[in-house]
């Protein structure tokens, strides 16, 4: 009922899962149970469109085990040391005439998914951010030691006391895990 499609044959999770024909409403509902499975708050849901995002979910690492996003040493530590937060999307795309992932729906069409009676592809991407204050950074044993931060690769610098999100990178790691936990729930 449900095929796979994994970019190499060694890795643990697909990279994409195909949903049947008729079937795409139940993997809708079926990924938004995932992602509330995982603890993350859902922000947008557009089953017309095959969208659904999620709110920023922050975690400090191994500070808070109960959040279920890093796992081994190298990112529970950045994740303690940093101020992170990860935001999930998951897209269900059409597949075109070549049996390829098409774009997503264009919000201007009068295409709506929930009525096709084709297959999609679903598709997950997991974004870590990075929150960072610039301003002013007081040292401990010399007020002469005192410096200030700033954010040079963003064209204007934000006042001293606003808080900026950066863009950081996926995480590969939590996008599997998504991506093993929707195949189960839609295949099973």
């Keep these: 009922m449900l095929a796979l499609a994994s ?6 999770a697909p990279e ?3 949903v049947p024909a008729g079937a795409y409403t139940e993997a809708f509902q079926s990924s938004k149970d995932v992602l509330r499975r995982f603890g993350f708050e859902l922000d947008r849901v557009d089953a017309r469109r095959g969208v659904l995002t999620t709110a920023t979910r922050p975690s400090s690492g191994f500070a808070t085990p109960w959040v279920p996003h890093s796992r081994g040493l190298g990112p529970s530590v950045r994740g303690f ?3 992170e937060q990860r935001i999930a999307t998951i897209e269900f795309s059409p597949i075109d005439d070549n049996g390829e992932a098409a774009s997503p ?4 069409s009068d295409y709506d998914l929930r009525t096709a009676d084709a297959p999609v592809v679903l598709t997950i991407r997991v974004e870590v951010q990075r929150l960072h204050r610039p301003g002013r ?9 005192d410096s200030e931060t700033d954010l040079p690769d963003l064209e204007a610098q934000p006042e001293s006391n606003e808080q900026v999100t950066l863009e950081i990178r996926d995480d590969p790691r939590l996008t599997a ?9 839609i295949g099973g």
């Design 7 to 12: 970019g190499c044959a060694s890795s643990p």
């Design 16 to 18: 994409s899962i195909t």
């Design 81 to 83: 040391a940093h101020h």
């Design 105 to 108: 729906v264009d919000p201007g």
């Design 137 to 145: 950074r007081v040292s401990p044993s010399s007020v002469r030691l």
């Design 177 to 185: 895990r998504l991506m093993r936990a929707c195949a189960e729930a």
